[in-house]
Protein backbone atom coordinates (compact mmCIF):
# COMPACT_ATOMS: atom_id res chain seq x y z
CA UNK A 1 0.00 0.00 0.00
CA UNK A 2 1.52 3.64 -0.91
CA UNK A 3 2.14 5.80 1.53
CA UNK A 4 0.10 9.29 0.60
CA UNK A 5 2.43 12.53 1.95
CA UNK A 6 0.83 15.60 2.55
CA UNK A 7 2.63 18.90 1.82
CA UNK A 8 2.92 21.71 4.82
CA UNK A 9 3.75 25.57 4.36
CA UNK A 10 7.57 24.12 5.43
CA UNK A 11 8.36 21.43 2.68
CA UNK A 12 11.49 21.90 0.71
CA UNK A 13 11.17 21.35 -2.98
CA UNK A 14 13.88 21.40 -5.22
CA UNK A 15 13.87 23.14 -8.67
CA UNK A 16 15.82 23.08 -11.66
CA UNK A 17 16.40 26.17 -13.10
CA UNK A 18 17.46 26.59 -16.63
CA UNK A 19 19.17 29.88 -18.05
CA UNK A 20 18.41 29.98 -21.52
CA UNK A 21 21.19 29.99 -23.76
CA UNK A 22 22.37 33.01 -26.58
CA UNK A 23 24.92 33.24 -29.35
CA UNK A 24 26.46 34.62 -32.21
CA UNK A 25 26.42 33.33 -34.98
CA UNK A 26 26.61 33.50 -39.22
CA UNK A 27 29.00 36.45 -39.21
CA UNK A 28 29.47 37.36 -42.53
CA UNK A 29 30.92 40.77 -44.45
CA UNK A 30 27.87 42.76 -45.35
CA UNK A 31 27.33 45.03 -48.92
CA UNK A 32 29.39 48.48 -48.39
CA UNK A 33 31.92 46.74 -45.71
CA UNK A 34 29.83 46.49 -42.99
CA UNK A 35 30.67 43.36 -40.81
CA UNK A 36 27.34 41.27 -39.06
CA UNK A 37 26.12 38.81 -37.17
CA UNK A 38 22.98 36.95 -35.84
CA UNK A 39 22.30 37.12 -31.91
CA UNK A 40 20.00 34.58 -31.11
CA UNK A 41 18.34 34.21 -27.88
CA UNK A 42 14.94 34.80 -25.96
CA UNK A 43 12.41 37.04 -26.76
CA UNK A 44 11.76 39.80 -24.74
CA UNK A 45 15.41 39.56 -23.25
CA UNK A 46 17.76 42.67 -23.59
CA UNK A 47 21.51 41.95 -24.75
CA UNK A 48 24.50 44.59 -24.93
CA UNK A 49 27.48 44.07 -28.08
CA UNK A 50 30.72 44.35 -26.69
CA UNK A 51 33.68 45.19 -29.21
CA UNK A 52 37.21 45.20 -28.32
CA UNK A 53 40.74 45.25 -30.16
CA UNK A 54 42.80 43.70 -27.52
CA UNK A 55 40.41 41.15 -26.11
CA UNK A 56 41.26 42.84 -22.61
CA UNK A 57 39.46 46.19 -22.98
CA UNK A 58 35.74 45.81 -23.61
CA UNK A 59 33.31 48.90 -24.45
CA UNK A 60 29.48 48.60 -25.04
CA UNK A 61 28.67 49.08 -29.13
CA UNK A 62 24.90 48.80 -28.87
CA UNK A 63 22.21 47.28 -26.58
CA UNK A 64 19.64 45.81 -28.34
CA UNK A 65 15.70 43.86 -27.09
CA UNK A 66 15.62 40.69 -28.92
CA UNK A 67 12.01 41.33 -30.09
CA UNK A 68 11.55 37.43 -31.89
CA UNK A 69 14.46 35.31 -31.26
CA UNK A 70 17.02 36.77 -33.15
CA UNK A 71 18.79 40.36 -34.20
CA UNK A 72 20.55 41.11 -37.28
CA UNK A 73 23.38 43.19 -35.95
CA UNK A 74 25.67 44.95 -38.42
CA UNK A 75 28.64 47.62 -37.59
CA UNK A 76 29.63 50.18 -40.02
CA UNK A 77 33.04 49.47 -41.58
CA UNK A 78 35.98 51.29 -39.74
CA UNK A 79 37.98 53.86 -40.78
CA UNK A 80 41.16 52.20 -39.39
CA UNK A 81 40.63 48.65 -40.25
CA UNK A 82 42.21 47.09 -37.07
CA UNK A 83 40.87 43.46 -35.84
CA UNK A 84 37.73 43.72 -33.80
CA UNK A 85 36.13 40.83 -31.71
CA UNK A 86 32.73 41.33 -30.81
CA UNK A 87 30.96 39.56 -27.60
CA UNK A 88 27.26 39.40 -26.71
CA UNK A 89 25.86 39.76 -23.01
CA UNK A 90 22.43 39.91 -21.46
CA UNK A 91 21.81 42.44 -19.45
CA UNK A 92 20.82 41.58 -16.03
Do not use: H
Request: charged letters at 15%; aromatic letters at 10%.
Amino acid sequence: MPVKVQPVANDTVPVDIVYPVFGLSSAKRLPGGAFGFTLTGVAGRVYTIETTVDLTDWSTLATLTNQIGSILFSDQPQPNPARRFYRGREVQ
